[in-house]
């Protein structure tokens, strides 16, 4: 008797690595994190995170000073998975984050996007919006994966709450999955697969559109109202 087996993939290949290129949106660039072009706004940027809380759930401590955090910047920017990408504000020209493709699975189209870190000036803004839209329509439309992650320990409220704002759909919870920092991480997985992208694509650029912001800068329409349309 036959056993059931999963759908077929026609004519699949492995996917290219994401290029060591930059891609512009209407309010940010992603630009691969270079120590010459990025350290210092970046520094300056994470010195208004004045208690470090921001680091809480990455891997590193908050680096304490400019030569320390370009050390952390050249560390980052030498490694090609993780791939560092800085996020540079078009009106400013100045880098104010960062975030990485991770786990790259070029075989089985899969990538993850992680080591997010957003200065306090990029939280909650379209700029940050427009940042994970863009490593998302890279992974998707210009090199065909077929799943996006999105991964954090399961106690950091303010990450779980942004995938499922961003539309990924949560998975479940690995125990004691990681060690860091002298402690144990549960990881809360999330992700958003290629059959889902057109709707979450649609609902991103509705929502980057500047009519959907008001005078004071605040927007007319949520994500989530957009997905449902």
């Not at 050249?74 to 990408?85: E, I, R, S, V």
């Not at 942004?162 to 402690?183: C, M």
Request: net charge neutral; glycine share 6%.
């Amino acid at each position: 008797m036959s056993q059931p087996v999963g759908p077929p993939v026609p004519n699949w290949s492995a996917r290219a690595a994401p290029p060591a290129t930059a891609k512009s949106g209407r309010y940010v660039r992603i630009e691969p994190l270079d120590p010459a072009r990025h350290a210092r706004d970046l520094f300056e940027a994470n010195a208004e995170d004045r208690d470090g809380s921001h680091w809480t759930y990455l891997f590193d401590e908050k680096p304490p000073t400019l030569e320390a955090y370009s050390a952390w910047v050249a560390k980052g920017a030498a490694t090609q998975d993780p791939m560092f990408h800085a996020i540079v504000d078009l009106a400013t020209g100045k880098a104010a984050g960062v975030a990485a493709y991770m786990r790259i699975d070029r075989n089985h189209g899969v990538i993850e996007v992680g080591h997010i870190n957003f200065a306090p000036r990029l939280q909650r803004t379209r700029q940050a919006t427009e940042a994970i839209y863009l490593m998302m329509a890279r992974a998707f439309d210009e090199l065909g994966y077929r799943r996006f992650e999105w991964k954090c320990d399961h106690l950091n409220a303010p990450s779980r709450a942004a995938a499922l704002r961003f539309g990924f759909t949560f998975e479940g919870i690995f125990r004691q999955a990681i060690v860091y920092k002298g402690r144990n991480r549960d990881t809360a997985w999330y992700s958003i697969v290629d059959s889902e992208w057109p709707a979450i694509k649609a609902a991103f650029d509705a929502w980057l559109e500047p009519a959907n912001f008001d005078a004071q800068g605040r927007q007319v329409k949520r994500l989530d109202e957009l997905r449902a349309v």
